[in-house]
């Protein structure tokens, strides 16, 4: 559900941390029909041109907080709502060129009542 | 008294996602729609809800919103992530105060009944109870294909709200366990994905003819069907048209129902869920509660079509008043 709707259209951009290292971001809603705790978030799996980020080089922000997907996994206080769109960022080391790229997005969500851990992915080519 | 009309917020997802429609068109709709009893999820319509309890302007502006369209408050559906420590499973008593929660959501709210999962353990349901008894609300187990009021799960439950004695206990029947066809949007959206049209059709028969999930899905694999064939196959584990009649003999702890739908065409019907049936059987069982919309097609047109939800239960609408009006004695 949602899966063409996960990567918000045109917010691909350029970012950099507080460290000075370089990295990118979309926004991106969380594929469901309600909010879910971030500890509920098992993985964000993020692809640029093809090349997968490793799991380290994931920061997820949103609303002036950002966590590693480690440190959400036992973020209890806090949620991904229902169509909000959250910054997923990954570090790059150095600056993307601009110009077009394929970016993907895969989510894994712990859901109680399901006899299953659904992931859902969203490919998008996007501008930066 | 006869059925009445409401529909679940869920039914409005897709529009509500995208920032489409806010709480008030979404109630404003119903209303027009003539379905004056209204279902949400918490944790859909409430931002930061569980983790931060809904805010008392937020609260006001539901009870301003029901009173300016005529509204009712019917249900809220709570979730109760039992699994929301990485492995491990969330404590009995933890779960109990989860539910509490939620009760005290839905009084704010002035729902009188409160949805519960399928998977939830009959024994945390009977253990908040006494506190759900206290508020004046229900809680009601959503009876969920696969599962069915026959299956032992569900029995199970059954006999424990009777030994608890507690009335405060009961069924939120799912009208997609009564899947009598095999749904067309379903069809076309596993067709889009890859599944040749002759193995669609062959499933699609199988289900008409009521063939065991797991023998379809073995002879897909020797159609030479693969990936999104056996995905569409596997639907029939999830999915069996189980009758509607099992539910008279709940009546007493039936006290809402999930008018779920993938599909109303322009002529009002909804070609894989027995609506005529339903009504008439839910009639002849005496019920006087709502059924709520719940529009579950999106997921599966949303890859070809914008969804437009608020024609699909307007349609549903049209199609519930006239079967109850059939009916209704």
């Known amino acids: 559900m949602f899966d063409n709707k996960v990567i918000v259209e045109d917010s691909l951009a350029s970012e950099q941390l507080e460290d000075g290292r370089y990295g990118v971001s979309v926004l991106a809603r969380l594929p469901y029909y309600r909010g879910l705790g971030l500890s509920m978030v098992e993985n964000i799996a993020v692809s640029i041109d093809g090349q997968d980020v490793q799991r380290d080089n994931v920061r997820f922000a949103v609303r002036g907080n950002m966590w590693t997907l480690d440190e959400m996994e036992t973020e209890y206080g806090d949620r991904w709502n229902f169509g909000e769109k959250a910054k997923v960022l990954v570090v790059t080391g150095e600056p993307l060129d601009s110009g077009s790229h394929e970016v993907s997005v895969a989510i894994t969500m712990r859901v109680s009542y399901l006899p299953f851990v659904p992931t859902t992915r969203d490919v998008k080519t996007l501008n930066l | 008294m006869s059925i009445k009309r409401g529909v679940s917020l869920y039914s409005f997802q897709h529009e509500t996602f995208l920032g489409k429609m806010d709480l008030e068109d979404c109630i404003r709709t119903c209303a027009e729609l003539g379905a004056f009893g209204i279902e949400v999820i918490g944790e859909q319509s409430f931002w930061g809800y569980p983790e931060q309890p809904v805010k008392e302007a937020d609260i006001q502006h539901w009870h301003a919103l029901m009173e300016k369209y005529g509204t009712t408050p019917v249900a809220h559906d709570f979730m109760l992530d039992y699994k929301r420590y990485k492995g491990r499973i969330m404590p009995f008593d933890e779960q109990v105060a989860s539910i509490k929660r939620d009760i005290d959501l839905a009084k704010r709210l002035g729902a009188p009944y409160l949805r519960a999962l399928?998977?939830?353990?009959?024994?945390?349901?009977?253990?908040?109870?006494?506190?759900?008894?206290?508020?004046?609300?229900?809680?009601?187990?959503?009876?969920?294909?696969?599962?069915?009021?026959?299956?032992?799960?569900?029995?199970?439950?059954?006999?424990?709200?009777?030994?608890?004695?507690?009335?405060?206990?009961?069924?939120?029947?799912?009208?997609?366990?009564?899947?009598?066809?095999?749904?067309?949007?379903?069809?076309?959206?596993?067709?889009?994905?890859?599944?040749?049209?002759?193995?669609?059709?062959?499933?699609?028969?199988?289900?008409?003819?009521?063939?065991?999930?797991?023998?379809?899905?073995?002879?897909?694999?020797?159609?030479?069907?693969?990936?999104?064939?056996?995905?569409?196959?596997?639907?029939?584990?999830?999915?069996?048209?189980?009758?509607?009649?099992?539910?008279?003999?709940?009546?007493?702890?039936?006290?809402?129902?999930?008018?779920?739908?993938?599909?109303?065409?322009?002529?009002?019907?909804?070609?894989?869920?027995?609506?005529?049936?339903?009504?008439?059987?839910?009639?002849?069982?005496?019920?006087?509660?709502?059924?709520?919309?719940?529009?579950?097609?999106n997921r599966w047109i949303e890859d070809a079509v914008e969804v437009d939800s608020v024609t699909q239960v307007s349609r549903q609408q049209k199609m519930l008043d006239k079967l109850i009006n059939q009916y209704a004695k």
């Open chain 2, 118 to 297: 399928v998977a939830i353990e009959p024994d945390v349901l009977v253990a908040a109870a006494p506190y759900a008894e206290e508020a004046g609300v229900k809680l009601l187990l959503e009876v969920h294909a696969p599962l069915h009021f026959d299956h032992p799960w569900i029995l199970r439950h059954a006999e424990a709200y009777e030994q608890s004695g507690s009335d405060a206990l009961g069924f939120l029947p799912d009208m997609g366990m009564f899947l009598d066809k095999f749904p067309p949007v379903w069809k076309a959206r596993f067709i889009r994905n890859g599944v040749p049209q002759k193995i669609a059709d062959y499933i699609e028969k199988a289900y008409e003819d009521r063939v065991l999930s797991e023998y379809v899905i073995q002879n897909v694999r020797e159609m030479g069907g693969s990936g999104p064939s056996i995905a569409m196959a596997e639907t029939l584990r999830h999915n069996a048209a189980y009758d509607p009649r099992r539910m008279l003999d709940h009546m007493s702890r039936i006290h809402n129902i999930h008018g779920k739908f993938y599909e109303v065409t322009e002529d009002l019907i909804e070609p894989s869920i027995p609506y005529d049936d339903i009504v008439r059987i839910l009639t002849e069982g005496g019920y006087n509660g709502h059924i709520c919309s719940e529009y579950e097609g």
